[in-house]
Nanobody, 123 residues
Framework: QVQLVDSGGGLVQAGGSKTLSCAASGRAFSETAMAWFRQAPGKEREFVAGLGWADTIQYAENVKGRFTISSDNAKNTVFLHMTSLKPEDTAVYHC?????????????????WGQGTQVIVSS
C-alpha cells in the first residue's frame, strides 16, 4: 500500500480556484496510478480525476474543462487544480492510489486513500 497525505482544502467563493495536493510514499510512483474522489454531504463518493503513467488522464464529465490533475514525479505528489468552482463542488476530496499504470473510475480498484481535505464553495 501507499501512504497518502492530502491537503489544500478550505473555503473559496464560487468562481474561484483552489489547488489540492497529495503526497505519496511507500510504492514506486512509476508503478502507481493516482486519482481524486470526492464525497458531498449525503451523497456517495464519486470519481473526479485520475492520472496514470504516461500521462493517461481521465476526468468526470462534471469537472472537465475546470479541473486539472497533474503530478510532480520528483516529489511523488499529485495535484488537483480546480477553477470556476461551483457550490456543487463542495465536498471532502480524497486522493487515492492503485498499483498499475492506468487510472480507473471505480473506487473499489484503489487500495490506498488519503484522509480527505474539505473544500467548501460559497455562493
Amino acid at each position: 500500500q501507499v501512504q497518502l497525505v492530502d491537503s489544500g482544502g478550505g473555503l473559496v467563493q464560487a468562481g474561484g480556484s483552489k489547488t489540492l495536493s497529495c503526497a505519496a510514499s511507500g510504492r514506486a510512483f512509476s508503478e502507481t496510478a493516482m486519482a481524486w474522489f470526492r464525497q458531498a454531504p449525503g451523497k456517495e463518493r464519486e470519481f473526479v480525476a485520475g492520472l496514470g503513467w504516461a500521462d493517461t488522464i481521465q476526468y468526470a464529465e462534471n469537472v472537465k474543462g475546470r479541473f486539472t490533475i497533474s503530478s510532480d514525479n520528483a516529489k511523488n505528489t499529485v495535484f488537483l487544480h480546480m477553477t470556476s468552482l461551483k457550490p456543487e463542488d463542495t465536498a471532502v476530496y480524497h486522493c487515492a492510489s492503485r498499483p498499475g499504470i492506468v487510472a480507473v473510475t471505480s473506487e473499489s480498484e484503489y487500495d490506498s486513500w488519503g484522509q480527505g481535505t474539505q473544500v467548501i464553495v460559497s455562493s
